[in-house]
């Protein structure tokens, strides 16, 4: 099946930021996700057009056959089995809450009681805040963007986001202006998708180049690359 995709190329969608998977750099798509995908392509003889949309706009783009596949820091849930078709986990990770880094009357869940946290629109963090809201009387406020979600935190405008906690992580070290204060929440690994039923030569090509960068070092080689010699 996997030989199927050679020669063929693709679309690929996927976030505008989501460092260290997928952000711009000197104009150019890098991170985890843009470097394994691009060593796959390689390596299984496919080529790719990268279409930088937006989480929830890459999700609707591969719904409706505009993109042959996403890869974008994607958890693989079982919800999102009903509607696409997952490759081999590539990055395990989980949901972390976070709040501007000068903060410290929020130490727990139960201070966000009367508060506005932000999350990303579709993601699984906006689910697990969603899950947890009434619980503990916050109000749950979605925006597409990365960026945005970080400067209603850092502006007062919200007073915790919840994303994944690689992301997180990556951001704080980068000095982005907040600190994550509670623990994290599992939520499963990164998968590549293509929509259900469909461009199942794309994805069993997927599986065997991913198996190959793992076997030949280059899949060590990027995390490295990205998260340092933690990864
Ligand atoms: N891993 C999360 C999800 O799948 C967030 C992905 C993202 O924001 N790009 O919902």
């Known amino acids: 099946e996997a030989l199927k995709a050679k020669g063929k190329s693709f679309t690929i969608a996927t976030d505008t930021t989501f460092a260290p998977f997928e952000f711009r750099e000197g104009?150019?798509?890098?991170?985890?996700?843009m470097d394994l995908m691009n060593a796959i392509a390689k390596n299984q003889g496919f080529t790719i057009t990268i279409q930088s949309l937006g989480f929830n706009a890459a999700l609707q783009a591969?719904?409706?056959?505009?993109?042959d596949g996403v890869i974008a820091g994607m958890s693989i849930t079982d919800e999102r089995k009903q509607i696409y078709d997952f490759s081999d986990p590539y990055f395990e990770s989980g949901i972390q809450m976070a709040i501007a880094g000068n903060d410290s009357t929020i130490k727990s869940y139960k201070d966000l009681k009367g508060k506005t946290v932000v999350v990303k629109s579709g993601s699984e963090g906006e689910s697990y805040a969603k899950s947890i809201a009434s619980k503990y009387g916050f109000t749950?406020?979605?925006v597409?963007?990365?960026?945005?979600m970080y400067e209603m935190v850092k502006s007062g405008?919200?007073?915790?986001?919840?994303d994944d906690y690689p992301v997180l992580a990556y951001g704080v070290s980068q000095n982005n202006g907040l600190k994550t204060v509670t623990k994290k929440v599992p939520e499963g690994s990164y998968g590549f998708a293509v929509n259900k039923g469909r461009n199942a030569a794309l994805l069993a090509a997927f599986n065997?180049?991913?198996q190959n960068l793992k076997d030949n070092g280059k899949y060590d080689k990027v995390l490295?690359?990205?998260l340092g010699s933690s990864a």
Request: charged share 15%.
């Open 140 to 142: 749950v406020k979605s």
């Open 157 to 162: 405008n919200a007073s915790a986001v919840f």
């Open 27 to 33: 104009g150019k798509m890098v991170g985890i996700d």
């Open 62 to 67: 591969l719904s409706s056959n505009q993109a």
């Open 224 to 226: 490295v690359k990205y």
């Open 208 to 210: 065997v180049g991913l």
């Open 144 to 148: 597409d963007q990365s960026a945005t």
